[in-house]
């Protein structure tokens, strides 16, 4: 062994050509940065104190694992986005109002289910790594590659068949290390793992089953990198091929075959590779010619020449495969995946490396720095292959998913945004319709309410004059209406009471048939005509379907309108006082009479004209007996007591006074003659005689009838006014009504129209914040987009 240590000395220090040109070369590589520390821990080969390509000269140089983990991080937290953009804005689709109907229930359930593909990928994210798998026929090494490359002995290694079934080696958080058997929860000691592995072992485990080994991440800076070691059984052991690579295989990012250098590859391990082809597309295959120090022992090889035959022997096989069997690689790319090293010589020396020996301190044989440059160079490769290769393998299509996923939605959110736009835009036009026909209507129904108050003020005008018109009319043909009246009369007064009032309702209806007659017919057909103007007016300010029932149903009476003229004859007539006694018509209260009659019908038009001043009495007043509207003012003329007073003095002053009765008469007499005095004496004894047996009751009820016809006259007159007044205000509360009821419709359509108006701005107000929110959320998928693009121009693309 010492003779061996000086040799490998005197090679380093340049004795040798051929070994100072390894040394240079690798001092070559060391300079040039070209040996990576991307385990992180010390890869240098110690020799005599110093470092050659010691990991500690580039500590601060980046693992091309790194590429993967800041890789994975990054399209992790960008999956952490979309997971929260696909809740976010799948709770906003949710919470549009349903009366805002722009998104169809298949879209809400498209968007739902992006909740479930999005959490889905993020799991699958969460447990992705570097896997790599091993291969090779029995007792070739696997387990010892692993082991050296994990710096432990972890896998159980030996002579003979160890490894009875898969073992996945991936890093842990924590300082505990146990394993996992297939289909069982409970967390047992690593130690068992050379138990459970080993093919010697009693408890015998199926050829595909797992063994999950957990290893502290912190103790292994490749499991640190996420990357996962699988090893599996020889190929050699079990025709369960294609489930091996079912299991096993399918999410593998690198495959290593192990190699035993001291013999041949064989059909097995070309077998089983072929199948991978087929089933995965170009997988990444590095092949270890492993136990290669025994090269360096085999007395035959002792010449370099022979010993690189034999190499380039081997690496010409193992390229024609990759090449030309396989169709997996270049041959400028199969020529850097092949390797010759020994797993069991770099394991020592990374063990003795790891206690603070030089890493020569574990050679098995002459040659030994060649062949831990070897492994290291596999190392590099090996960790820049895998890294690429998961980065691709692994993000690549989530990447893609997940531009696909923003790009969906964005597309989706258009399109709900489109419409939208488009529900807004009507939402808008009706709006604008709306408000025109509000303001319309308004201007209209101020326009229509002075046309029909004139109009209405019109017909009062009209009704009262023609109500007046008749209604004197029918005043001066007030005697033929009594003389139609034929109930018995008599003078005895509870009989004369009774035809009194009997005359009363006689003349009161009459009066009120005779202007129906004439009136009631014309103003009904006037009313219902200005009614149905009102209502084609009012109709048109407002929409039909807000109008046209309720403006039909107003119209609309059960009965025609009549029009109630109120007389009261009964109140107005209640002071007649009938004179039924005697009068002779040339007596000189008579004479007196008519000569104060003369006085009085001048007098009467001043009383007319004062009654209509007053016309707005009330009307009980003035067909009170005891109201002072029913006297005609007298005060300048005589009434009938003091004219009979007047008559009875200047008969008794004539026969008191004898001698100016003598000297008239006597005057009378000279001037006219006896005789003529005689005659007229008794012509006018024969009048009086006529006269008084004239008197009968047929005369008296003539006389009664005149009686009441004049005092009804003057009765009548006085209310003229106010029953035309009375008439007039029937009519215009008739229409009034009917225009206010009118009035209340377009009120209550155009509070209709107002609240729809109202609901329509607060739709729009509602569409428009979702717009805005549609906007955002497109705009964070464009993001998302953008995001992933960067990603995929660092880590795939560039890959």
């Not at 003979?160 to 967390?187: I, M």
């Not at 490396?353 to 030089?358: F, R, S």
């Not at 939402?427 to 004139?454: A, C």
Request: net charge neutral; charged share 25%; with cysteine.
């Amino acid at each position: 062994m010492a003779a061996y240590l000086n040799r490998t000395l005197s090679m380093v220090t340049g004795s040798n050509g051929t070994s100072a040109s390894a040394y240079e070369t690798t001092n070559a590589l060391i300079d040039s940065n070209t040996i990576t520390t991307g385990s992180g821990a010390a890869r240098g080969l110690h020799i005599g104190g110093h470092a050659l390509g010691s990991g500690h000269a580039n500590l601060n140089d980046i693992s091309p694992l790194q590429i993967f983990v800041r890789a994975k991080k990054k399209i992790n937290d960008i999956f952490g986005e979309i997971e929260d953009y696909v809740i976010e804005t799948t709770g906003f689709i949710e919470s549009l109002p349903t009366q805002v109907e722009i998104v169809d229930k298949a879209e809400g359930e498209q968007f739902k289910s992006y909740v479930l593909k999005v959490s889905g990928i993020r799991e699958v994210l969460s447990r992705d790594h570097m896997k790599v798998a091993f291969f090779g026929r029995t007792s070739n090494g696997k387990s010892s590659v692993i082991n050296a490359m994990l710096r432990d002995k972890i896998l159980p290694s030996g002579i003979g068949h160890t490894t009875n079934c898969f073992c996945q080696v991936e890093g842990v958080d924590g300082d505990e290390a146990y394993l996992v058997k297939e289909g069982s929860d409970e967390k047992l000691n690593v130690l068992s793992v050379k138990q459970l592995a080993n093919a010697l072992s009693q408890e015998k485990l199926c050829e595909s089953s797992m063994v999950r080994i957990f290893w502290p991440r912190k103790r292994c800076s490749l499991l640190r990198d996420d990357v996962v070691f699988v090893d599996s059984p020889g190929v050699d052991v079990s025709p369960n091929l294609d489930d091996w690579i079912d299991n096993h295989c399918l999410n593998a990012d690198v495959f290593v075959l192990v190699l035993n250098a001291e013999s041949t590859m064989t059909l097995a391990e070309k077998s089983f590779f072929n199948e991978v082809s087929t089933r995965l597309s170009k997988p990444n295959i590095f092949v270890l010619n492993n136990r290669w120090d025994a090269s360096a022992s085999e007395p035959e090889f002792q010449e370099s020449r022979d010993l690189d035959k034999v190499k380039a022997q081997h690496q010409e096989r193992c390229i024609d495969f990759l090449v030309k069997e396989l169709k997996v690689a270049t041959p400028k790319e199969a020529e850097e995946r092949v390797f010759f090293v020994s797993a069991r010589e770099t394991l020592q020396a990374r063990l003795k490396e790891a206690e603070g020996l030089p890493a020569i301190a574990g050679a098995l044989a002459e040659g030994f720095q060649n062949r831990y440059f070897d492994f290291q160079d596999f190392e590099r490769k090996f960790e820049e292959c895998i890294s690429k290769s998961a980065v691709r393998t692994k993000f690549a299509q989530h990447s893609s998913r997940g531009k696909s996923i923003s790009s969906e939605m964005r597309m989706m959110l258009d399109n709900i945004n489109e419409r939208a736009s488009v529900l807004r835009n009507q939402k808008l036009e009706q709006k604008k319709k709306l408000t025109d026909r509000i303001s319309s209507t308004e201007t209209q129904l101020m326009q229509v309410t002075r046309e029909m108050k004139m109009k209405i003020h019109n017909m009062v005008e009209e009704v009262e004059q023609k109500v007046a018109k008749a209604l004197n009319e029918e005043i001066w043909r007030l005697n033929v209406l009594v003389d139609e009246f034929n109930l018995p009369f008599h003078t005895d007064s509870l009989v004369l009471s009774v035809y009194k009032k009997e005359i009363n309702a006689h003349v009161e209806n009459g009066l009120g048939s005779n202007l129906r007659a004439r009136l009631s017919t014309a103003l009904a057909m006037n009313v219902e005509t200005a009614q149905r103007e009102m209502t084609d007016r009012m109709t048109a300010l407002v929409p039909a379907d807000k109008i046209i029932t309720k403006t039909t149903h107003i119209v609309t009476r059960n009965q025609p309108f009549e029009m109630l003229y109120t007389l009261n004859c009964q109140n107005l007539c209640a002071d007649f006082q009938e004179d039924l006694d005697f009068r002779f018509s040339w007596g000189i209260t008579a004479m007196i009479a008519r000569f104060n009659g003369k006085m009085r019908g001048g007098n009467n038009k001043k009383a007319i004209t004062h009654n209509r001043q007053n016309s707005n009495m009330n009307v009980s007043q003035i067909m009170s007996p005891t109201s002072p509207m029913c006297l005609i003012p007298e005060n300048d003329l005589i009434s009938e007591e003091q004219l009979s007073v007047i008559s009875k003095v200047a008969i008794a002053s004539i026969g008191s006074q004898g001698t100016v009765g003598l000297l008239v008469a006597g005057v009378l007499l000279k001037t006219i003659g006896w005789r003529v005095i005689v005659g007229a004496g008794v012509l006018y004894g024969s009048v009086y005689l006529y006269e008084r047996l004239s008197w009968t009751n047929a005369a008296k009820e003539r006389s009664f009838k005149n009686q009441y016809v004049q005092h009804a006259t003057r009765k009548l007159k006085l209310i003229v006014d106010l029953t035309s007044a009375n008439c007039s205000h029937q009519v215009q509360q008739e229409l009034s009504s009917t225009f206010a009821r009118l009035c209340r419709v377009v009120d209550t359509a155009t509070t209709d129209m107002n609240t729809e108006l109202k609901e329509i701005e607060t739709s729009l107000a509602v569409i428009e914040t979702n717009q805005k929110q549609l906007k955002v959320l497109s705009n964070k998928a464009n993001f998302i987009q953008r995001e992933l693009e960067i990603f995929d121009s660092n880590y795939i693309n560039e890959n």
